[in-house]
């Protein structure tokens, strides 16, 4: 993604990839469409797992006393 880009929402991304699913299941796209369709729905979901990989490691933090953040652990 470029630096001058708006960065588009989780929300935002799926939606757009909802709609392009829908588009290839239809069958009534052209062949070269689908494809620019489909390498544009890998972008998306590669987008949408980053975000989701960051709000996990973030949600795994946890603050201690002293203000740092630690790993949240659970010990069985």
Do not use: P, R
């Not at 929300?11 to 009534?28: D, F, R, Y």
């Amino acid at each position: 993604m470029k630096k001058d880009e708006k960065e588009v929402s989780f929300e935002e991304n799926i939606k757009k990839l909802e709609t392009i699913v829908k588009e290839l299941e239809s069958g009534e796209i052209l062949l070269d469409d689908a494809i620019n369709k489909y390498n544009e729905a890998l972008k998306l979901a590669k987008a949408c797992d980053e975000k989701l990989k960051n709000a996990t490691t973030s949600i795994n933090k946890i603050m201690n006393e002293d203000g740092s953040l630690s790993e949240f652990k659970i010990e069985e």
